[in-house]
Nanobody
Framework: VQLVESGGGLVQPGGSLRLSCTAS?????????MGWYRQAPGKQRELVAL??????????TNYADSVRGRFTISRDHAKKVSLQMNSLKPEDTAVYYC??????????WGQGTQVTVSS
């Protein structure tokens, strides 16, 4: 399985970025959850947002308290999710990792994309 992330970069405080993650080498039927974690320098990796299949079109979303109301995760198609990040703050600066959880129980990770929020 390969998870390809795109959309990271440098943005000023209050600005927006959109991250995308596309999965390949996997059957969409065994994708249970896709989403994003992040890791800032000197800190542990933490959950940002997840989208889990639940039989509905939209799925179930889960957000960290620190990003709820500013970030929105969505499914573009069966193997691609995007994260719209608005009102970015310097504390959002981190490497963002795409995450995939299979129905078989195993997890996959992307290589990470840097997001820097700075004036």
């Amino acid at each position: 399985v390969q998870l390809v992330e795109s959309g990271g970069g440098l943005v000023q405080p209050g600005g927006s970025l959109r991250l995308s993650c596309t999965a390949s080498g996997i059957i969409s039927g065994i994708i249970n959850t896709m989403g994003w974690y992040r890791q800032a320098p000197g800190k542990q990796r933490e959950l940002v947002a997840l989208l889990t299949k639940d039989g509905t079109r939209g799925g179930t979303t889960n957000y960290a308290d620190s990003v709820r109301g500013r970030f929105t995760i969505s499914r573009d198609h069966a193997k691609k999710v995007s994260l719209q990040m608005n009102s970015l703050k310097p504390e959002d600066t981190a490497v963002y990792y795409c995450y995939l959880h299979r129905t078989t129980g195993s997890d996959d990770w992307g290589q990470g994309t840097q997001v820097t929020v700075s004036s």
